[in-house]
């Protein structure tokens, strides 16, 4: 089969079209005829083997798994033993640990969902990385309840867009910022309120929140604190700065310890499971 490989670490340079050997499954596992395949940032620090310590787990002088792709959609060509649940045909999506820039992929069958007939092979695998860390941002996270005003701080991006539709299903008041050009589509999204950064500084608003999913990564901790109500929370989901040693998990824990209150828990990409099931949202 063909796949996008790399076998070493760095830019995009190193990516290589080629061909490979088709995944060989085992039981309770998948192969996926993969039919949209998402790019998301997970991919560019798989790519980049940034931050260090993420080597650990990937490969300390090269990427043990050559294949990225966290993000898929496609048809079931082959399940498993011990698979019942889904049959060859069946489409599918599924958030994965790496394989999906390639015609075939194997997934564990516990990750995989049924995909929604409404959207296009393309449009459902951009749905899981994303989609499941707005969920788990504002709802296990954020533990957002009705009628709590809610910020979303990068309103237009991929994280963005799910957490301003989510944040309005769990009752919240949500108010989404972002540029000029993104401004009708953050309120089609449902926001109440939508603030254009060019023209406006959130934290000076006055306006106090009770809960703020940050995106973006540019604000300080005083900024911060000035928007957010007394018991208010930061859930910062950014990876914006931290070098390149630890990245930004270090700066997000600590920002996120020293901005909580009474709900906050922890940043949304480090409570993300290895792969999380895209049925959930």
């Keep these: 089969m063909k796949a996008v490989v790399y076998h070493e670490y760095g830019s995009p340079d190193v990516l290589e079209f080629q061909e490979v050997d088709k995944p060989a499954i085992k039981d309770g596992e998948v192969l996926v005829r993969v039919l949209g395949a998402a790019v998301n940032p997970g991919d560019w620090d798989l790519l980049h083997g940034?931050?260090?310590?993420?080597?650990?787990?990937?490969g300390l002088r090269r990427p043990r798994n050559k294949v990225l792709g966290l993000g898929v959609a496609g048809r079931v060509?082959?399940?498993?033993n011990h698979v019942s649940k889904l049959q060859p045909g069946d489409e599918v999506y599924a958030e994965?640990?790496?394989?999906?820039?390639?015609e075939y992929t194997r997934v564990p069958a516990a990750a995989l969902a049924p995909m929604p007939s409404s959207l296009t092979f393309e449009q459902a695998a951009a749905v899981p990385v994303v989609g499941v860390t707005a969920l788990q941002a504002?709802?296990?996270?954020?533990?957002?309840?009705q009628g709590q005003k809610v910020l979303i701080n990068g309103?237009?991006?991929?994280?963005?867009?799910?957490?301003?539709?989510?944040?309005?299903?769990?009752g919240a008041d949500v108010t989404g910022v972002c540029s000029t050009r993104n401004v009708d589509l953050v309120r089609s999204l449902g926001a109440d309120h939508v603030i254009d950064y060019t023209r406006e500084d959130f934290t000076r608003t006055g306006q106090q929140y009770d809960l703020i999913l940050d995106n973006v990564g540019n604000r300080s901790l005083s900024e911060y604190r000035r928007a957010l109500n007394p018991k208010g929370?930061?859930?910062p989901n950014s990876n914006k700065g931290g070098?390149?040693?630890?990245?930004?998990?270090?700066?997000?824990a600590v920002k996120a310890l020293l901005l909580s209150r009474s709900f906050l828990r922890g940043s949304a990409r480090s409570r993300r499971p290895g792969r999380a099931r895209t049925s959930s949202s």
């Design 50 to 58: 940034t931050p260090y310590v993420l080597r650990i787990i990937t």
């Design 155 to 170: 309103a237009s991006g991929g994280v963005g867009t799910f957490a301003v539709q989510i944040a309005k299903a769990l």
């Design 138 to 145: 504002l709802r296990d996270i954020g533990q957002v309840q």
């Design 243 to 252: 070098g390149r040693w630890l990245g930004a998990f270090l700066r997000r």
């Design 233 to 235: 929370g930061l859930i």
């Design 96 to 102: 994965i640990r790496g394989g999906g820039f390639a």
């Design 77 to 80: 060509e082959t399940a498993g």
